[in-house]
């Protein structure tokens, strides 16, 4: 087990990393493409920056790469817990290789003050599902993903205006001075999406953290796009959306939230329509836009779905203490 700076990976580590996430996709989604070797690149370069610090252990058997397990340590009010994604080879599978990975990083993320582990990924009946279940994981969220593939919508679906007595302002990266303090309060709303039992709280926002997460994105390279609603001069709604250098074709859809006074005006589905002309107009290259919501949140999936985003599969989220493992 070795604790590595995934950024930093060189060309035949890359590749090393591409062959097991290849596998490993071929073996647990049969149905989907496997992952370009860009879309490894971008997964060892660019960590979630509103997730906070990663820690990247790798796991070698015989010096073949045979594992990996990823650890974010969020921050603004979650600093009791460590988010995982972990993942070992299926030629590798079942010799113990996973729960060595998860009590090296346990131990690393207790030495840090975390309590809980959440495992932010797991297929339902998958082998990673029976593992955490094995490992004492109980399952605390389900969540949904859904694509738009942009060839097979009509646009004219996305002429959206908001309703009256608002506004929506578009910015790329770094938030406007005059709008950012609303902006930092508006993104608590998302405090009200259906939590289920995640350990993850909403982030507590401030201008300062906003100002740090612009520049974490900047220093790795993701183009943050925000559209929000404003109502007067108060920003009452936000959707954001990340672009990633290495990965031209594809969009991650991130947070959406409308501030609860400012509900049942369609202000949703007006930002999010607003931000699919807006990536579209001017990103010829964009394929597909990607995003997931709590399988609860059928307010937000069929705000989706009259946009044209199809839902292609369900997921848990599982955690549990770090005491013990
Ligand atoms: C989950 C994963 C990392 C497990 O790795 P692993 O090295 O095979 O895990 P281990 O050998 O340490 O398994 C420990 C125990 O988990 C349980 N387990 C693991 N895989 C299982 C399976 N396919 N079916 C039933 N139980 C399973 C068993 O109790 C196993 O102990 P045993 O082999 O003595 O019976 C691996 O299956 C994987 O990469 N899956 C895809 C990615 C994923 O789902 N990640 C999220 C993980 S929660």
Redesign the pocket.
């Known amino acids: 087990m070795r604790l590595i700076d995934a950024r930093r990976a060189v060309d035949g580590e890359v590749d090393e990393h591409h062959e097991l996430q290849r596998a490993?996709s071929l073996a647990?989604y049969p149905g989907a493409p496997p992952p370009t070797r860009e879309t490894t690149l971008a997964r060892l370069r660019d960590p979630d920056v509103d997730l906070g610090e990663r820690l990247f252990w790798t796991a070698r058997l015989d010096g073949r790469l045979a594992?990996h397990f990823v650890a974010q340590l969020p921050v603004d009010g979650n600093e009791h817990l460590g988010m995982v994604?972990?993942?070992?080879h299926p030629e590798?599978?079942?010799?113990?290789?996973?729960?060595?990975l998860l009590r090296v990083g346990a131990a690393e993320l207790r030495d840090r003050g975390r309590k809980i582990v959440e495992?932010v990924?797991?297929?339902t009946n998958?082998?990673?599902?029976?593992?955490?279940a094995?490992?004492g994981?109980r399952t605390v969220q389900t969540s949904i993903f859904q694509a738009l593939e942009i060839a097979e919508v009509d646009p004219d679906i996305w002429a959206v205006p908001p309703a009256d007595g608002y506004r929506l302002v578009r910015w790329s990266g770094r938030a406007p001075d005059d709008l950012v303090e609303s902006y930092a309060r508006a993104r608590h709303a998302m405090a009200d999406a259906p939590p289920g039992e995640s350990a993850f709280r909403v982030p507590d926002w401030t201008v300062d953290r906003v100002r740090r997460m612009e520049a974490g994105y900047r220093e790795n390279g993701i183009e943050r796009r925000v559209v929000v609603a404003v109502a007067g001069d108060e920003v009452v709604g936000v959707t954001e959306l990340d672009l990633h250098p290495l990965r031209p074709e594809l969009a991650s859809q991130r947070d959406t939230a409308v501030s609860a006074a400012h509900r049942g005006h369609g202000l949703g589905q007006a930002m999010k329509a607003s931000m699919l002309r807006w990536i579209t107009a001017d990103r010829p290259e964009l394929r597909r836009v990607w995003t997931s919501t709590a399988a609860a949140n059928q307010y937000m999936a069929d705000v989706n779905h009259r946009l044209g985003f199809a839902t292609m599969r369900r997921y848990c989220v599982?955690n549990r203490a770090l005491a013990g493992l």
């Open positions: 490993a647990d594992g994604r972990l993942v070992v590798l599978r079942r010799r113990g290789i996973g729960t060595e495992i990924q797991v297929e998958s082998p990673g599902f029976r593992f955490a094995s490992r994981f599982v």
